[in-house]
């Protein structure tokens, strides 16, 4: 929410607690990494969606119609993740 109210120290101050409590919660890398995002941090966004991703292949609908990721949805790192996910499905 932090991001998103465009406390950026505030949002990566939380986002570092969150990831410091639990580095494997997956629900939360994939919001931070919406966070990210809306701040501007793509390649921060892109580093933890590189986690999540291959993990929560069931859960594709995430990155597939969320809006969040819209900014990223033509970013060949972006694309090379999900091809990779999708395609043994």
Same mark, same amino acid.
């Given at each position: 929410?932090?991001?998103? #109210?465009?406390?950026? /120290?505030?949002?990566?101050?939380? !986002?570092? +607690?969150?990831?410091?409590?639990?580095?494997? =919660? @997956?629900?939360?890398?994939?919001?931070?990494?919406?966070?990210?995002?809306?701040?501007?941090?793509?390649?921060?966004?892109?580093? #933890?969606?590189?986690? /999540?991703?291959?993990?929560?292949? !069931?859960? +594709?609908?995430?990155?597939?119609?969320?809006? =969040? @990721?819209?900014?990223?949805?033509?970013?060949?790192?972006?694309?090379?993740?999900?091809?990779?996910?999708?395609?043994?499905?």
């Amino acid at each position: 929410m932090l991001a998103y #109210l465009g406390e950026r /120290v505030g949002a990566k101050e939380w !986002a570092a +607690r969150t990831m410091a409590i639990d580095p494997e =919660d @997956l629900n939360a890398m994939y919001n931070i990494a919406c966070a990210y995002l809306h701040m501007g941090e793509q390649e921060a966004a892109l580093d #933890l969606l590189d986690q /999540v991703i291959p993990q929560a292949s !069931a859960h +594709r609908f995430w990155w597939t119609s969320d809006p =969040d @990721l819209d900014s990223i949805r033509n970013h060949p790192r972006f694309k090379r993740l999900v091809e990779q996910t999708i395609a043994p499905l």
